[in-house]
């Protein structure tokens, strides 16, 4: 009974969170970008790289699973295709701690295609299924899909409710919608995030027709008054991908207070200072001080001083012995220009 309580609060919080989310980005979203992201919102749920389930089942990188507990609550995406590696990578993310798993049938790229996973993966909805069920009779946290509306010569109108029919089926109960196709062939990754056009009324669309599911709009959300928007119009959530990687104050820093309705704005110069303890233990454990200031070099994006701090970390992160004070140099270039 304590364990079925403790696991329905859990997801209660989760959804909760996923009111508004960070997109899972690959070579982005590592463990130093979400550490960052949760010292400038406690409430969004954050997402990791995707992690595929072979690298976890069959290769044991573990490693993969690391995270840090400040950064809850934060979802494990994984990749693949076959029912029962994913299953077994998902009790591997439980157990590492992670709050939700989360199946990604959107990514285009190549590789991802290759292993037959991704976006392709849109074409069979009944192997989809399958996955989700897998993973479901493994964990007690929630399995989630992240997809797109359709793929190549699909019609989103047709192949989206068909789709969401057959996960919901198999116990998916929050879904992740990129509002644009994916073209598997003549299209590039970066393309496919830009030039299909978004149909945002599709994804609204599909809250109506299938109100028992918790639906988040993803692509081509770049404010919070933007995602206010979606929220308002009935949508369960909104997850934000390159915006609030680029421009990562201008998104986090007030989502608790605009979007969850609790606390205070953060300061990005305050934040920068809350990340040096992490900077020195994570140089003390081997670290190099770029791997982490790449992901802060949006942090002052249209700010005075913004170009001064993005130059020095961008030179000098990398060289050898850099380290926290080399950040507060950078910080000490915002604060004189927004001082002039």
């Known amino acids: 009974m304590g364990d079925d309580l403790s696991n329905s609060v859990k997801k209660s919080n989760i959804c909760r969170a996923s009111r508004l989310s960070v997109a899972p980005m690959m070579d982005w979203t590592d463990r130093h970008c979400r550490y960052l992201h949760r010292l400038l919102s ?8 995707m992690v595929t389930a072979p690298a ?28 029962q590696e994913l299953a077994e990578a998902a009790r591997l993310g439980e157990e590492a701690g992670y709050d939700e798993v989360n199946l990604n049938c959107g990514c285009p790229s190549d590789r991802v295609q290759s292993g037959a996973f991704g976006a392709v993966l849109m074409q069979t909805p009944d192997l989809v299924a399958e ?13 989630t899909v992240k997809c797109r509306i359709g793929v190549d010569e699909q ?6 409710p068909v789709f969401l029919e057959k996960i919901r089926a198999a116990g998916c109960r929050r879904v992740t919608i990129h509002a644009r196709k994916a073209w598997l062939q003549g299209l590039s990754p970066k393309e496919n995030r830009d030039i299909p056009p978004l149909d ?30 979606h929220l308002d119009r009935g949508l369960d959530g909104v997850m934000v991908g390159r915006a609030a990687y680029h421009q990562p104050a201008d998104i986090l820093s007030a989502a608790d207070p605009v979007i969850y309705g609790i ?10 200072h809350e990340m040096l303890p992490y900077i020195e233990r994570q140089l003390s454990d081997g670290a190099r001080l770029h791997q982490i200031t790449r992901h802060m070099l ?43």
């Open 263 to 272: 606390g205070e704005p953060r300061d990005a110069s305050a934040v920068v």
């Open 42 to 49: 406690r409430e969004t749920l954050l997402y990791t790289e």
């Open 56 to 83: 976890l089942v069959r290769g044991g990188a573990l490693h993969l699973l690391a995270f840090n507990p400040e950064e809850h609550p934060v979802a494990l995406q994984l990749g693949g295709s076959e029912p």
């Open 131 to 143: 996955c989700v069920a897998a993973m479901r009779g493994k964990v007690q946290v929630d399995v």
């Open 200 to 229: 945002y009324d599709l994804v609204h669309q599909m809250k109506a027709a299938f109100p028992d599911l918790h639906i988040s709009l993803n692509g081509g959300i770049a404010s919070l008054d933007a995602a206010r928007e």
């Open 298 to 340: 949006g942090l002052f994006a249209g700010k005075p001083g913004a170009r001064a701090w993005r130059r020095i970390l961008s030179e000098r992160a990398n060289r050898p012995g850099a380290g926290p004070d080399l950040v507060l140099e950078a910080l000490s270039q915002v604060a004189e220009r927004s001082a002039a």
């Open 155 to 160: 019609e989103p109108q047709d192949i989206l």
